[in-house]
Nanobody
Framework: VQLVESGGGLVQAGGSLKLSCAAS????????MGWFRQAPGNEREFVAA????????VYTDLVKGRFTISRDNAKNTLYLQMDSLKPEDTAIYCC???????????????WGQGTQVTVSS
């Protein structure tokens, strides 16, 4: 499956962005999906994951209450609504698809190229 992210950009602290991840070449609804991010000099870290139906979601404590992961299986698209953004949220955000509901990078087989999110103070 191929994944392409969009929606990144530059935003002031306290602002919002909505990322999208368009999937093609596979049956989107059969994959568990996740968002990860990587800031310069840091390892790629887990942000959020969602089950195949969208009924279950999980977040890192760093974004809980501010970010919302969702999916539209009819449109083969994954979303990440990011509110109350902070400068420390600045990173490249990547979506990923895999066979299990997980917060581990190792459990995801397919990755997008990423979209840059920059939050200014």
């Amino acid at each position: 499956v191929q994944l392409v992210e969009s929606g990144g950009g530059l935003v002031q602290a306290g602002g919002s962005l909505k990322l999208s991840c368009a999937a093609s070449g596979g049956t989107f609804s059969t994959y568990f999906m996740g968002w990860f991010r990587q800031a310069p000099g840091n390892e790629r870290e887990f942000v959020a994951a969602i089950s195949r139906s969208g009924g279950m979601t999980v977040y890192t404590d760093l974004v809980k209450g501010r970010f919302t992961i969702s999916r539209d299986n009819a449109k083969n698209t994954l979303y990440l609504q990011m509110d109350s953004l902070k400068p420390e949220d600045t990173a490249i955000y990547c979506c990923a698809a895999g066979p299990r509901y997980s917060n581990s990078r190792d459990d995801y087989n397919y990755w997008g190229q990423g979209t840059q999110v920059t939050v200014s103070s």
